[in-house]
């Protein structure tokens, strides 16, 4: 699929190494596939940004499985198990993610869509954590977005502890963090 | 300065970016410069990394304020927003260590070169806490680098919530954090 491949060539590359052709090579489709489905480079992180919500969402067995938890503390540090999980599992994702990121610091027009995206994805999580009776407001739940995002971090790129598991890591942020 | 225009450039325009002639070119100095003073790409990024310690240390004057105050948590605090306040300010800086980074899951001896710097910084932030009498030991340090690191990415690129303050954000993460 192109917009995976576009992924990996974030993840490997930087966003500078983001062309139609890079991701045509990616993707082992013939030059100018790409163009044909993601007419500009701003199409493309369109594309890309979308992807990465698609990949990085909890599959419906993964929800079905912890709906039936009683919410509290331990259902959220679950639940935040499970993103981690998912973000270290999809490892090129968040990298690609990590990227467009610092990209978005130096073009104006993808930190509005990247910033919109994510913006929507914290209210989402907002909203969710509420209708699931769980522990934890806007103000913990953002706390746990910067702290969880500087441990993969951490963990994906050059680590300054990495002897101590992460799940360890966790623990001590939901105790310390959700109240 | 020659390493300043390096990272000028990493911020810039990202790893893939830095080339000897760009940073030739950001630091206004005749082609062939930056590589008289950094013979190959591996001297350039180490440079590099030994010019981001420097820039983004306390200076005396900032040790030399804290000194007169009793240690604990308040203390705790101030060196916290001091340290998050320089990385803001030095935002290219910072933004560059993030750039390089991302880069040292691409590029093994990089890697080892700020997985070695960043965990002696590291070290010497658990070193110093202790010395000072202050509180939160080497796990508590670990978990506020993740946290601040994460604030930081949101605060410098695309943000979750913008609205609320950075000083009131790292109170909650001394409230929460700190034992």
Same sequence: chains 1, 2.
């Avoid at 698609?54 to 929800?63: A, I, V």
């Avoid at 209708?131 to 969880?148: C, D, K, N, T």
């Amino acid at each position: 699929m192109i917009a995976d491949a576009g992924l990996t060539v974030l993840a490997r590359h930087g966003a500078r190494g983001l062309t139609h052709r890079a991701v045509d090579e990616a993707a082992r489709v013939p030059a100018g596939t790409t163009s044909n489905y993601f007419r500009s480079r701003d199409a493309l992180i369109t594309g890309l940004v979308d992807r990465i919500g698609e990949r990085l969402s909890p599959t419906p067995e993964d929800l079905e499985r912890r709906r039936a938890e009683p919410p509290g503390p331990a259902l959220f540090a679950d639940y935040i198990r499970d993103i981690v999980r998912r973000l270290t599992t999809e490892r090129e994702v968040t990298l690609a993610l990590f990227e467009l990121r610092l990209e978005s610091g130096r073009r104006p027009e993808l930190a509005d869509v990247l910033g919109r995206w994510q913006r929507a994805a914290f209210e989402g999580d907002v909203a969710f954590n509420e209708e699931a009776g769980l522990p934890g407001g806007r103000r913990q739940i953002a706390l746990f977005h910067y702290a969880i995002e500087g441990l993969l971090f951490d963990r994906l790129t050059t680590s300054i502890d990495p002897e101590t598991p992460t799940d360890e890591v966790i623990d001590d942020l939901v105790e310390g963090l959700l109240r």
